[in-house]
């Protein structure tokens, strides 16, 4: 979560003018949401990989089913990632995408 409020900043920053003719509120707005996010994901992240949320459940049994989650997620990711590397169209432009997710 932390990377999705640094990547906000980072596009509007590369699309300025595009985001500036549908700009719904200051430009300081984005900014000061995207710090108070990235340190409540921060905050979060902390809390949940410290200890467990209910103590029902060990320490060690948490921890595994952590490692678990994590594994299976990056197995998916992955898989996600080369399915959409097999069905994108190689020749649209970045401009192009744009175009077509904005209208």
């Given at each position: 979560m932390i990377i999705l409020f640094v990547d906000m900043v980072i596009i509007r920053h590369r699309y300025r003018d595009l985001f500036s003719s549908t700009q719904l509120a200051p430009e300081w707005t984005f900014y000061l949401c995207s710090i108070i996010?990235?340190?409540?994901?921060?905050?979060?992240?902390?809390?949940?990989?410290?200890?467990?949320?209910?103590?029902?459940?060990?320490?060690?049994?948490?921890?595994?089913?952590?490692?678990?989650?994590?594994?299976?997620?990056?197995?998916?990711?992955?898989?996600v990632f080369y399915v959409g590397q097999k069905t994108i169209q190689s020749n649209v432009s970045d401009e192009e995408i744009i175009a077509e997710v904005t209208r």
């Open positions: 996010g990235a340190f409540a994901s921060s905050a979060g992240i902390s809390v949940i990989f410290t200890s467990p949320w209910t103590p029902l459940i060990t320490k060690q049994l948490w921890v595994t089913w952590l490692v678990g989650i994590v594994v299976i997620s990056l197995i998916a990711a992955i898989a």
